[in-house]
């Protein structure tokens, strides 16, 4: 394998652990107006590294309404009950097998190659790589 390779498994790797997290986190997202001291406002959702779900988080800052003394705290919230049981597929995760599937679809490709010339070696992991990101996609939801 060389550089070029080493890029390509990366490059596609990456794109491939995205993109099957993002087709297995998909929710409502739900919009906040308060409280008014919410500051590092972090929507509820999954986890990128370990595809857990979580709730709404956010720091309570009373700074911004003038000097009270008080100091800022961490609020966590509740996982939302339309989340419980649910998982998302990790990253890391996701750019594994996707990486595997890409270094597959390389010696697929150059076995195939040394017989035939004119095989495309990209055709194959892009059609590779839509197959599984859709099965991932009608992931059924709980």
Sequence with gaps: MNLRHLIVVLALGVAFGLAAFLATSDHRVRAYLGPAC????TPEGFDLWTGLPH???YTCDYSSFG???EAPHFV???VPPDLLGRRALPFPLGFLLGAALVVGGLAIGRRLALR????PTVGLLAVG??????????QPRI
């Design 116 to 119: 035939r010339r004119w095989l």
């Design 55 to 57: 709730g709404r988080s």
């Design 67 to 69: 000097p009270t003394g």
């Design 76 to 78: 966590q919230g509740d």
């Design 38 to 41: 919410a500051t590092a406002d």
């Design 129 to 138: 790589l839509a197959v599984v990101t859709a099965a991932a996609a009608q």
